[in-house]
């Protein structure tokens, strides 16, 4: 980062001593120049002094996904699921239900929509949990996706859908879709759910467990609860 316009001096320091190591990051979200350092400035500039050393850690254990990537990796699990239903003779998505978390307007919702648009879903074909575990024709013999930006350690996904899976039978097929997900999760899946497919099947190199011990969760819990109140 030559002449660099960064203004933090917690920040700057760290560039003297993790010069290489921030650059590589950096490539590797395929970010680079005046804009993105000012960015990241602006980042710190949240962070109370003795609170940069925490936020250092988390930059650095980011893997940034930008829209060229994630648009690439959607187009990739689109393809990675028109194979496996090939070998039901689905040539096609007419046969799929997205389905969404009934707590909206998060990331999952966004991926939906993306996804949605680059694999020819219509929007009706996109529907809410709530509205589909108790309308069992609605859903017979239908291709469930289950789709999610990523899975750290998988315990959400099974405390938030389980209980309502069970009850909805096995008149259908379900997919757990999403861009990133850890090997905790892949076998925390394949143990308690060994009817669904998974995509990928395989981690990715980047998706890590959590780095953060309890007690620093529970300090970018409070930071963040700090600089985004709630309204």
């Keep these: 980062m030559e002449q660099s316009r960064i203004t933090d001096s917690f920040l700057l320091q760290k560039l003297k001593t993790h010069d290489a190591k921030i650059n590589n990051l950096l490539q590797s979200w395929s970010l680079s120049g005046s804009e993105i350092e000012n960015i990241i400035d602006n980042w710190f500039s949240n962070f109370k002094s003795d609170e ?14 930008n829209s060229i990537k994630l648009n690439k990796v959607i187009l990739q699990r689109k393809t990675q699921l028109l194979q496996i239903l090939h070998s039901y003779n689905e040539n096609d998505f007419s046969n799929c239900l997205v389905v969404l978390s009934n707590l909206r307007a998060d990331s999952s919702d966004f991926l939906a929509y993306l996804i949605g648009k680059f694999w020819g879903i ?28 990523t899975h750290g350690s998988g315990n959400q996904f099974i405390r938030d859908w389980q209980p309502y899976i069970k009850r909805i039978s096995n ?61």
Excluded at 52 to 65: C, G, P
Excluded at 127 to 144: G, M, R, S, V
Aim: hydrophobic share 35%; glycine share 0%; aromatic share 12%.
């Design 52 to 65: 940069k050393e925490l936020a250092f850690k988390v930059f650095t254990n980011i893997d940034y996904y």
């Design 122 to 149: 219509p929007q009706q074909s996109i529907l809410p949990f709530e509205k589909i575990k108790t309308n069992i024709e609605l859903i017979k013999n239908k291709h469930l996706l289950f789709i999610n930006d």
């Design 171 to 231: 008149l259908n097929y379900y997919y757990i879709i999403a861009i990133t997900i850890t090997k905790k999760a892949l076998r925390l899946f394949h143990d308690e759910l060994p009817d669904y497919t998974i995509i990928p099947d395989e981690s990715n190199p980047t998706a890590k467990e959590s780095p953060f011990t309890s007690d620093e969760l529970q300090q970018l819990k409070k930071i963040g609860e700090r600089v985004y109140p709630k309204h």
